[in-house]
């Protein structure tokens, strides 16, 4: 098993950014991806950001690209995600994810483990 705590999340006023955290722990040498997904009530879980958890490649939902930036501290065992220039639209929960498999999937059902999530609000 693994389990995951999100942090970081708060109240941000539009333009200003935000960097939240995923702290992993259990079975973590079985982590091969991490993602960030977000959702606002009544709305379905969208994907934001992928990362390979021990190697380069990282990938971003459309509506995130050049504003969010996903990292990783492998020593540390947790996940980042830097967020600028922040929009009122990026309101959400905000729930990292990990999967045992390889590949930046971005659908939730190809994830294994979910944090509870940390709450974001940006006012306009």
């Known amino acids: 098993q693994v389990q995951l705590v999100e942090s970081g999340g708060g109240l941000v006023q539009a333009g200003g950014s935000l960097r939240l955290s995923c702290a992993a722990s259990g079975r973590t040498f079985s982590i091969a991806t991490m993602a960030w997904f977000r959702q606002v009530p009544g709305q379905e879980r969208e994907f934001v950001a992928a990362?390979?958890?021990?190697?380069?490649?990282?990938y971003y939902a459309d509506s995130v690209k050049g504003r969010f930036t996903i990292s990783r501290d492998n020593a540390k065992s947790t996940v980042y995600l830097q967020m600028n220039s922040l929009k009122p639209e990026d309101t959400a929960v905000y729930c990292c994810a990990a999967r045992t498999s390889y590949g930046l999937a971005v659908t939730t059902s190809d994830y294994d483990y979910w944090g509870q999530g940390t709450q974001v609000t940006v006012s306009s």
């Open positions: 990362s390979s958890w021990r190697y380069g490649p990282t």
